[in-house]
């Protein structure tokens, strides 16, 4: 039986503006602490200016805020019951013959609805703002990349000019340009020929284009050129999908993403988990409201409601722990991509309808 009208309003307002209260607070904090680092960095950048790190950690927060939106789910949901519950409003509902089965009906919908929109409109928001925060990092923190990080990209290829190693210090995601790049070219005997230090380099197809380019050749003095080419045999676009990770692919892409992966002959695995990770995600959030309904239900006058609290923050965490698991067993391709995407979500559902019927009636 459906909750009314008014009521389930009432109820999914206060879900609804508690659950956003959790995630602009923890995105706030985020934002802080991010903003707080990226200053720090900027002293070691030339042109890092405090409102361009503004501006730099305005874009990357969204990415790291998104991962943890099933909790803002699960602690808004359980405040708000907690709420409900304090003020005697669930006592109220319950006495005039409604079932915790019904006024958890417009929490859950919120949780619906809240997947649905993050998934179609905030994840592509956020994925488009992360490659751009990748393309500011790139440009100001290129060298001190290499200091901080000590990780380099790689690639060998071979081609009319003879065979070349690159090493580039970060990649621009989503694009097939390289930052703080340098490149080892060898003739077809494999004897070194020459190095070229440049600070961009963009694939084309069939060549290389550096920029800001200073070539190095061994009995020769240096030269410097704005723009010097190199042939390469390299499909431009299965470079921009080596160095673009899943998480940085708007949802709306991934479908052509995957096909053109597999077009390529390249494992796609990694990006059919993410597609079906996102579409578990509304799902995920129902569940997280069930796990808050479980420990939040307890009327405050029979206490024990602080142990309950830390029971549902310990089932929220023990979830995430198994996402992150069969995330993992997934992207190693040991389980397929839809059962390590919904796993959690359904076993999370399942889990938290059994305990709400063990508790309201068993």
Known sequence: MLIGPTLG?????????????????????VYTLDFV??????????????????????????????????????FGSMATLLQLSRKLELVVARA????????????????????????????PLSAVLKQRSTEIEARIFAKATKASSGKDLWIRQKSLDGQAI??????????????GVSVFTFDDAGLFVSQIEAARAKLHDGYWELTDTRL?????????????????????????QRFTPPESVPFWQLPETIARQERAGLD????????????????LFMAMVLVA?????????????????LGGVAAGFALYVVRQLMEGLGASGIVSPPVAA?????????????TLLYQEDG
């Open 96 to 123: 005039a013959g409604i079932s915790a089965w019904q006024f958890l009906q417009p929490g859950l919908f919120v949780a619906l609805l809240v997947g649905a929109v993050t998934v179609g409109a905030y994840n």
């Open 293 to 309: 309904a479980t420990v939040s239900l307890r009327f405050f006058r029979f206490g024990g409601v602080g142990k309950l609290v």
């Open 37 to 74: 680092e990226l200053l720090r960095r900027a002293g070691e950048a030339e042109g890092a200016t405090t409102g361009l790190m503004a501006q730099l950690s305005l874009y990357r927060t969204p990415a790291v805020a998104e991962a943890v939106l099933p909790f803002a789910v699960l």
């Open 166 to 179: 690159i090493r580039a210090e970060t990649a621009i995601e989503g694009t097939t340009t390289l930052a």
């Open 268 to 283: 796609a695995t990694r990006y059919r988990l993410q597609y079906d990770v996102l579409l578990a995600r509304p799902v």
């Open 216 to 240: 190095l050749v061994p009995g020769s003095p240096p030269e410097s050129f704005d723009t010097y080419l190199i042939a390469s045999t390299l499909d431009p676009g299965q470079i921009r």
């Open 9 to 29: 309003r009432y109820f999914a307002m206060r879900f609804v503006r508690t659950i956003l209260g959790v995630f602009v607070t923890v995105f706030t904090l």
């Open 342 to 354: 919904w796993f959690p979500a359904v076993v999370g559902s399942l889990l938290g309808t059994l």
